[in-house]
């Protein structure tokens, strides 16, 4: 129904920078919220930054000042610009989109398959 693709993941070094793309395609009428998450082996996934439900943005501290969500509404993209890259940053970075799929009432949230990250020191 609903497909979150990301890309852009890849291998650099610390304090450099990488810009991941989220791209939704199919059956939905509107997306409520984008946000993206991250997740290193053997621990929980974590927020990154979200859509807030008041139309803002809320970021973890770990990349505050450091990462910036934007947004291609026309396009159904989401931009995660990561700058002042850390080894710590290293984890598979997932997309979130939440969205009223076409036919529905109510909204459902969607996952990329994920893309890796990996900052060497």
């Known amino acids: 129904q609903v497909q979150l693709v990301e890309s852009g993941g890849g291998l650099v070094q610390a304090g450099e920078s990488l810009t991941l793309s989220c791209a939704a395609s199919?059956?939905?009428?509107?997306?409520?919220?984008m946000g993206w998450y991250r997740q290193v082996p053997g621990k929980q996934r974590e927020l990154v930054v979200e859509?807030?439900?008041?139309?803002?943005?809320n970021y973890a501290d770990s990349v505050k000042g450091r990462f910036t969500m934007s947004r291609d509404s026309a396009e159904n993209t989401v931009y995660l610009i990561m700058n002042s890259l850390d080894p710590e940053d290293t984890a598979v970075y997932y997309c979130?989109?939440?969205?009223?799929?076409?036919?529905?009432?109510?909204?459902?949230?969607?996952w990329g398959q994920g893309t890796q990250v990996t900052v060497s020191a």
């Open positions: 979130k989109g939440v969205v009223r799929v076409t036919g529905s009432t109510y909204f459902s949230a969607f």
């Open positions: 199919g059956s939905f009428v509107e997306i409520a919220a």
């Open positions: 859509d807030t439900s008041v139309g803002g943005t």
